[in-house]
C-alpha cells in the first residue's frame, strides 16, 4: 500500500495574514496524505488550532520542542523551528526523532529563531522509515551585502549536518521541507525535478529527498499548484 508523504510551507510568519483554517480542511480532507510535514507553525495560537483539529479526528500531531530568544518576548514565536508533523490514524508510530538545532546560520535573523530538524521513525511495509522535518536557510537578511553572508554556503553546512545524522540511522531514511534551494550536495532527489512550489522567484524550494543509494521508490509525485493559501505550494510523493 503506497504512503502519502507531504510537505507545505504554511507561510506562517506572524506578520502575515495565515488561513490555517482552510488550510487544516484541505490537508485532512483533501490531500489524501497520510504523513504531512509542515513548516512555518511558529506561534502558540497555531499550535493550539493545529492540535486541537487533529486530535479531534484521531490524528496524531508532533510539534519539536525547541525555545528560542524570540519566544521570550513574544507568544508569536513559541517555536523558532516552525515544524510540524501530523500522522493519519492508522500509521504505525516507533518513536519520535528530537529535534536537533543547525549549528549554523545567519546571525542577522536566523538566531533569533532556531532553524533545525526533527521527525518521526513510522513503520511501512513491515520495515522502519525515517522521516526528517526542516526549513533550512533562507534568503532573508537585506544586508546580505554589507555583511557578505553566503546563504548557499550555510545550506550546504545545515544539509551536511541533517545528512551526518542521517547516515547514523536504522532503516531508510528521508527529508522533508522547505530547504530554500534546487540543488544538494549530499542527498538525491528521489523523484525527477517536477515543477515550482514557490511562485515569487519561480523555484522549487520544497522537496521530499534521500540519502544517496536509497531504495525508497517515489511511485507519484504531485504539486498542488490550485491551492491560495500560501507564497509556497505543497508537494508530495507516493512510495
Known sequence: MPLRILSYNIYGIPWTFCRIHEILMWIFCKSGADVICLQEVFSNSQREVIS??????????????????????????????GLCILVRPGV????????????????????LVQKGFFGLTILHEGKPLNILNTHLQSDFTKFKVIFCISYAKIRRQQEQHMYDFMRQLS??????????????????????DCDIT??????????LVGLPGSYLTVKKVRIYHELPYSDHQPISVDI
Not at 518513536?95 to 543547525?102: G, N, T
Open 52 to 81: 486541537e483539529k487533529a486530535q479531534s479526528i484521531g490524528w496524531s500531531v508532533f510539534f519539536p520542542h525547541n525555545q528560542c530568544l524570540l519566544s521570550y518576548f513574544t507568544p508569536w514565536f513559541a517555536s523558532g523551528s
Open 92 to 111: 504505525k508510530i516507533l518513536r519520535q526523532i528530537p529535534f536537533k538545532a543547525y549549528s549554523v546560520s545567519d546571525f542577522f535573523v536566523e538566531n
Open 171 to 192: 532503516g531508510e531514511s528521508m527529508a522533508v521541507g522547505d530547504f530554500n534551494q534546487e540543488q544538494f550536495t549530499y542527498f538525491e532527489k528521489l523523484y525527477d
Open 198 to 207: 514557490f511562485w515569487d522567484t519561480k523555484e522549487q524550494l520544497d522537496h
